[in-house]
Every structure is written in C-alpha cells, then in structure tokens.
C-alpha cells in the first residue's frame, strides 16, 4: 500500500522535448530558423579572428526586415520626442531649446499631459488614449473614413496583434485559417501553436504575385470537404516575401469572397508606406470595402507597424490593430484577452503616436523630417531596382520587380546534381543553396521553403536593406557565388 502511495505521488517525468507542449516543437519561423543559428556561429567565429580565410570580415543580414541593424538612421524628430519622454527632466535644460525642435519639444509636453506618470508606469491596457485618437485620425485621413478611438489596440508589433485575433478566433484543431503561399512564417508558427490548420492558397507567380481567386474557393471548398472550419483568410498586403501590391479590383474580389463565406479578413498591411510603383498605389482595405457599394457585410482587422515603412524603429515593437464590423461582446472579450498582459510597451506606443501624425508643413522639423523621410524611400527603391537587374542577370534565377515592401523573392533553377548534394546532406535544395551562400560570402538570406513554395520550385528571400554605398559589392558577391555554384554543380 505504501509503496503504490509512493508511486501515485511521486513526481511527473523531468522536463525534456519529449514532455513539453509538441506544437511547440512542430512550430518552425524561417527567418530565424537553421541558418540563422548557423550565421550566428559564424559571426561569433569572425569576431573571435576565426574567419580570416573566408574573404568577408562581417555578415551581411539581409535575412530579415531590420533597417537600423544595416545602418539605416532613425529619424531625429521621433528619437528627440522619445528622448525627453523617457527623460523629462531634459526639459529643464536650457540648452534643449537650441538642440531640439521647437515641435518636437511641444510634442512631447503634449503626450506628458496626456500620461502625467510617464512612460514608466502601465497605460491602459488598449492603449494610451492620445495615441489611440491619434491612430483614428490616421486611418480617417487615409481612407477618407471615419475611425474610432474606441476600435484600435495597440500592441507589442503588428505580430503580437495577430496572436492576439488568433487566439480569439481559433477554438481547435478543426479550424483553420488562409494563409499565402509564399507567406511571412509568423502565421505558420503561429497556426502550429494554437493546432490549428494553416491552408495554404498559393499566388501566381508568373503573374506578379497575384491573388487568384479561383484558388481561394479552390482551398476552401477542399478544407470544407476534409471537416475543416475556415475562420479568415490572411492578406499581406504588399507582400513579404513577394514585394507585390494588390490591384484595387483584386481587393474587392477579396472583400466579396469573404463576405459570402463570413471570413474575418486580416489585412496586414505594415509595408504601406514602402510604395515603389506609382501605378500600383497602397490602398487599404477598408478604405475599399467602405467604398463599394452597396458595402458587403464583413469582419476586418488591419494591422501595422513602426518597424517597416521609412522608420525602421523594429525594436521599438509599436503595433496596432483596428476592428471593423465586430460584435461589441467580441471586443469586449478581446480586450479582456489584451488585459491580461496589462499593456503594449509605452516607448512603442509614443513611437506609433510618432509614426501617425508626423510633422506637418510649417513645423520647425517638418523639412528634416521630409529629407529624411524621402531620402529612405528613395534609396529603397534604387537598392530594389540594383538587387532585381543583377538578380535576373544569374543563370538560372528569375526575379519579379518589387513593388512594394523591403524584399525580392527569386525563383533559382537548381542543377540536378545541386538536388542530390542537397538530399545526400540531408538538406532542402534551397536551404543548401542558401547555406553556401552564408559560407562563402557571409550573406544571409531564407530559403524559400520556410514561406512556403509551389512543388518543385526553389527560391530565396533577401531584403534590399543593406546601405546604398555596399549594395555594389553585396551584388557582386551573390553573383560571383552564384557563377561559382552553377559551375561546380553542373
């Protein structure tokens, strides 16, 4: 008897991958997946004096959307406002009102009104009301529609806004959620966690990325028909990885599509700023569904952020989320949920506060702000033109034009005996490649295979992001390994 108590009580088996929650393990994020821990090896080696023979002295980050890691510089209105915020005493100095803009001063007196106790105690859990009215009167100007205070969260990044309405939405492993194929793995990762179903729809390639439809109603009639719930469908818009911008008319095929099959469509539009084709403006989704007419009954929530666009300011984690067409007890629950975090970081909130209601024509930082501002968004889209041409000049890689977004996505034809190298290493053909790539020039990018990629295709995400003046010879390392690459598996 005794012995059998002993055994009732004694403790659980020791924590091991084997006993942890499995969907964490079966969860996968790309873009800091293998090779990155690989990348981070070999910088930890090329610090120590280790990679002396390599022919590079540093790596090269093009794995991820972070400005500011690649010398982008942070706009000087947003960093004087936050630093007197995070430091209001500066305001006692004299010699601030010589230093900083005269704006930038009274913006920052004006949010410290606004949250006497500064930025160091909780907001509420929604978010500082300042910057959520701030935030309404930004989309408002946008989208030339009304935008309530009362509808936007701010959150920890645009990807903590998207946990969150997952979380809400998901109730197993019976529903699921549309997905792009190629799509950004935070939605993959996240579906793994929550066991819920990633459907995967894929954009045409050969058509600049392009969002058809038929393939939409394609992928919800085959989950319907295998038992699973469809919940919303997922737009990335402009895209990441694919650098594409939606046609307006293919965003109203989008509206209708999920209006009839009463989807909540989750627009993720945090690249809005990064606009590069005159002739494919960024228009934002409810500014389109409040445009049609009659206006199809729907579900929306957009997304966006402080760390794409011009600002960079990723580390920041300043997000926001804007509900159209909720039920009130739905909100209610959702802001139960948010609660239970308490709040998003202050210092992102102040920056998205920053992000929506710039300086404006007239105000003393208002002609730096716009050097600066434009100064990004045109070397953006030089670096995307150089990175493209000299891509599509490789053998065997083909590279849509960017049009919006930070990043190209090529299409790279393997050899044969690059596919059997790759299997007998135990490696995806693109992940191979990509790993050579690393080794041999210090470049790192994702393989393809972590967004996802139509069957027997092959391709490489890369950013545009590093500095005007070494994209030269960041082009001419890819495109001397890619020669040597080709040769040697030919």
Known sequence: MRLQLRRLCSAPARLSVHTINQAVRT????????????????????RAGGGGGKGFDRLVECNIGNPQALRQQPLSFNRQVLAILAMPA???????????????????????????????????SQGFRLVRQQVADFIAARDGVPAQRDDIFLTDGASKAV???????????????????????????????????????????????AMPLD???????????????PRALVVINPGNPTGNTLPRDNMEAVVRFCSKHHLVLMADEVYQENIYDDALPFHSFKKVLKQMTPEPPLQLVSFHST?????????LRGGYMELCGFDPEVQAQLLKLVSIG??????????????????????????????????????????A????????????????QPQGAMYAFPSITLPPKAVAAAEAAGKV?????????????????????GFGQKENTWHFRTTFLPPEDEMEAVVGRMTAFHRDFMQQYS
């Open 215 to 229: 393939e939409l109603e394609k992928k919800h009639a085959a989950a319907v028909a295998a038992g699973v719930t």
């Open 307 to 315: 760390s794409k666009g011009f600002l960079g300011e990723c580390g």
């Open 429 to 449: 053909p693109d992940t191979f490649y990509a790993l050579a790539l690393l080794e041999a020039t210090g470049i790192v990018v994702v393989p393809g295979s």
């Open 342 to 383: 308490l709040c998003s970081n202050t210092m992102g909130q102040i920056g998205l506060g920053l992000m929506v209601q710039p300086p404006k024509p007239g105000d003393a930082s208002y002609a730096t702000y716009a050097a600066e501002k434009d100064g990004i968004l045109q070397s953006l889209k030089r670096r």
């Open 27 to 46: 969860a996968q994020y790309a873009v800091r997946g293998e090779l990155i821990l690989r990348a981070a090896k070999l910088q930890e080696e090329l």
């Open 90 to 124: 500066l305001l006692q100095n004299p010699a601030l009102r010589t230093s900083f803009g005269a704006d930038a001063i009274a913006r920052a007196e004006e949010y410290l009104r606004s949250i006497p106790a500064g930025v160091g105690a909780y907001s509420e």
């Open 385 to 400: 033109t150089k990175l493209v041409s000299a891509l599509n000049e490789l053998e065997g890689v083909t590279c849509n």
């Open 163 to 209: 946990e969150f309405i997952f979380k809400i939405l998901l109730r197993g492993a019976s529903d699921g959620v549309l997905v792009p194929i190629p799509q950004y793995p935070l939605y993959s990762a996240t579906l793994a966690l929550a066991s819920a179903q990633m459907l995967g729809y894929e954009l045409d390639e050969a058509n600049g990325w």
